[in-house]
């Protein structure tokens, strides 16, 4: 099936501090998806990109679309405690909802106090 | 209240010993997945389905069986269960509209096999 890379692998940060994750792929997706994961639980959507260039936010959450298709990053600002957990993109690639997605291996975001 | 649910939660298990995974979600999607969650890995689609009676397998299909016999319910099956299907489990489902495959998932199903 088809690679995402997402990076980094897992973040260390200080709360207050400014979070930054990215997913590239090496070819085209047509929609873009991010998720986060809480111990114990399954993913919960955070953000649905479907045009390239878009830029969406969901509150601290800012992702954004890139316009090659290849790639799309995700940004927290202010983080708090509670943004601590693992953080997946998904892409659909160029087939269509049929194909399913495919998920990057997470970003762990671990928050010191 | 929309969901996706499974059931069980948790399962240990023994090699070879048949068991089966269900899942069932309230809000009429068309599509349901299955994937399993190993560390390192991500997550890695096992099969999913489209519609009723419309399967296909996704990347890691190998010994597993799904059906869709009704739009609701999409069940994993093991027939013969081995250490290596040791896994963290999530069913999840979505409507298809082109591009849209927004998906919901399940809090998940601990399988260990011994």
């Known amino acids: 099936g088809q690679q995402l890379n997402q990076s980094p692998q897992s973040m260390f940060i200080q709360e207050g501090e400014d979070v930054s994750m990215n997913c590239t792929s090496s070819?085209?997706?047509?929609?873009w998806l991010w998720y986060k994961q809480d111990p114990g639980e399954g993913p919960v959507l955070l953000i649905a990109?479907?045009?390239?260039?878009e830029l969406t936010s969901n509150g601290r959450l800012t992702a954004q679309f890139g316009i090659t298709r290849k790639d799309s990053f995700l940004n927290i600002s202010a983080s708090i405690p509670s943004d601590v957990g693992i953080y997946f993109c998904?892409?659909?690639?160029?087939?269509?909802?049929?194909?399913?997605?495919?998920f990057g291996k997470g970003t762990h975001l671990i928050i010191q106090p | 209240e929309a969901q996706v649910t499974q059931n069980p939660r948790y399962l240990i298990t023994v090699t070879g010993k048949k068991l089966t995974v269900t899942c069932s979600q309230n809000?009429?999607?068309?599509?349901m997945s299955w994937y399993r969650q190993d560390p390192g890995l991500g997550l890695r689609q096992i099969y999913y389905s489209m519609n009723v009676e419309v399967t296909d397998k996704g990347d890691v299909p190998e010994g597993y069986k799904v059906s869709r016999k009704e739009k609701r319910n999409f069940p994993l099956i093991l027939e013969s269960p081995s250490p290596n299907q040791t896994s963290l489990y999530f069913c999840?489902?979505?409507?298809?509209?082109?591009?849209?495959?927004?998906?919901?998932f399940g809090p998940g199903t601990r399988l260990t096999v011994l």
């Open positions: 998904a892409g659909l690639p160029g087939g269509g909802g049929a194909d399913g997605l495919t």
């Open positions: 070819s085209i997706f047509n929609t």
């Open positions: 999840a489902s979505s409507l298809i509209r082109g591009s849209y495959n927004e998906q919901f």
């Open positions: 809000m009429n999607h068309e599509y």
């Open positions: 990109l479907y045009k390239a260039g």
